[in-house]
């Protein structure tokens, strides 16, 4: 069997395309035999059909260890935002340029130029060294002596965790289907909680925050142990295209919404709920702290449900239409009640309505184009990771000017219109710009499984 997935021949096996549900060709270990090979195609159906990649114990570990270990960094500096501020003399606003701008600012960077970086160097290699930028990145904040070397690092970390959000799901996709994606979003969103809980934990122990960047670091580049590196996964892109027909596409619009409710809106909430439940809701702030780790922890969990689900036969329709429900209806408890009897199933309701669509969202996403999947990935991820530049702000102004519950109340309105608008994900891909030469729904391999030993 050849290795690398090409144009589909008349009686071979269809082309892999990473769109949803589109046929996968059963994949071969490195080395793998002609028994395997027979074993492998005997996965089809006879309805010829072929099953959904098996997600094996190792790839699973990788998208684990990939996914949790670069979203670390994402929630390490928070318990240590008043260390930073004494130890460099800074002010609060300048630990937020570092912890927040410019890590957003690396990671759109980073969603950007993945779909290209894969490309030219293959997918495992661009992994494997968006792994190594965290763990750098990381590193330079544990040794940094100055305000400016703090800044670099924190950059490189976010400029890694954006490629691997953008190229990470397909990776995940092409070797474990559904479950793998769910997996790696799950992943994703049990680091921040992770990176949250450590730090928490390293700071009430009196430990130096630099151990935190070390054990953050670390974390980073644990995927390298276990990513495939006997392996590879190529993108053959054909050179872009689909921004051009994105803006002209109503499907796309509507399924940035809902991108937009679903990574823009968890991260603002994220932002300002502890201080929202400690100031205005006289909530302790150890609890709070911890509701806001349940938060993402629950998400974790909730998005590796939602493809378990889906797999399970629940519709798209039910888990990115009105699963988004569940968050709004927490958020708006939350703006009028912020007793702990009221927030804490709240927060779980938030954290189901957040998460549960996920993994079909994704894979929506990557039907839009299969040609070239991880673009319309990028792009919907980068929209959702820029939007919070500019939104938390101005939450945070309408708390500090005692209009918290308005403003908690407006984003739920927000969420439940966004999943109303994609009760019907899309299914098709989307048509190329015109005179662009290209077809959104052509037969050209995107992306394949080379089985080099």
């Given amino acids: 069997m050849a290795g690398h997935l090409r144009r589909a021949q008349p009686g071979s096996l269809p ?57 670390w960094g994402a929630g390490n500096i928070a318990p240590i935002v008043p260390d930073l501020a004494s130890a460099f003399d800074l002010s609060l606003a300048s630990v937020g340029l570092i912890s927040g701008t410019l890590f957003f600012i690396g990671t759109i960077a980073g969603e950007a130029g993945g779909p290209k970086l894969a490309e030219r ?167 709070a702290g911890l509701l806001g780790f349940l938060l993402f922890a629950a998400s974790g969990l909730f998005r590796f449900g939602g493809a378990r689900l889906n797999d399970a036969g629940i519709p798209d329709a039910v888990l990115a239409g009105v699963m988004p429900l569940l968050a709004s209806a927490g958020i708006v408890a939350i703006a009028f009640d912020q007793s702990l009897a009221v927030a804490l199933p709240a927060v779980i309701l938030i954290a189901a309505g957040f998460a549960l669509p996920y993994a079909v969202m994704i894979l929506a996403a990557q039907r839009l184009w299969p040609r070239e999947p991880t673009e319309p990935v990028a792009l919907m991820s980068l929209v959702g990771s820029a939007i919070p530049i500019a939104v938390i702000p101005v939450f945070g102004a309408a708390l500090s000017d005692g209009n918290g519950d308005a403003a908690f109340v407006a984003m739920a309105i927000f969420i439940a219109l966004a999943g109303f608008a994609n009760v019907r994900l899309p299914r098709k891909p989307i048509p190329a710009a015109p005179g662009s030469g290209r077809l959104g729904q052509g037969p050209a391999a995107t992306v394949g499984l080379d089985n080099a030993t």
């Fill in 15 to 71: 082309v892999h395309r990473v769109c949803g549900r589109c046929p996968d060709e059963p994949r071969l270990e490195p080395g793998a035999g002609r028994a395997q090979g027979r074993q492998a195609q005997a996965q089809v159906s006879e309805s010829g059909e072929p099953a959904e990649p098996a997600l094996s114990r190792r790839d699973a570990t990788a998208i684990l260890l990939l996914a949790a270990g670069s979203a």
């Fill in 121 to 287: 160097i293959r997918v495992i290699r661009s992994l494997r060294l968006s792994a190594v930028l965290v763990g750098a990145g990381c590193l330079v904040l544990a040794a940094a002596p100055g305000f400016w070397a703090l800044a670099s690092g924190r950059v490189l970390a976010g400029l890694g965790l954006g490629v691997i959000a953008a190229v990470g799901p397909v990776f995940a996709r092409t070797v474990g289907g559904i479950k793998g994606v769910g997996l790696f979003g799950g992943a994703f969103q049990g680091g921040i909680a992770l990176g949250l809980g450590a730090g928490s934990v390293l700071a009430d122990a009196g430990i130096d925050w630099r151990v935190g960047f070390l054990v953050s670091a670390a974390a980073g580049l644990s995927a390298l142990t276990v990513l495939p590196a006997d392996r590879r996964i190529e993108l053959e892109l054909t050179g872009g295209g689909f921004l051009a027909a994105a803006v002209r596409s109503a499907a796309v619009w509507r399924l940035a919404l809902l991108f937009v409710a679903m990574f823009a809106a968890p991260l603002t909430i994220g932002a300002w709920l502890v201080h929202f439940l400690s100031v205005q809701g006289g909530m302790q702030l150890a609890v």
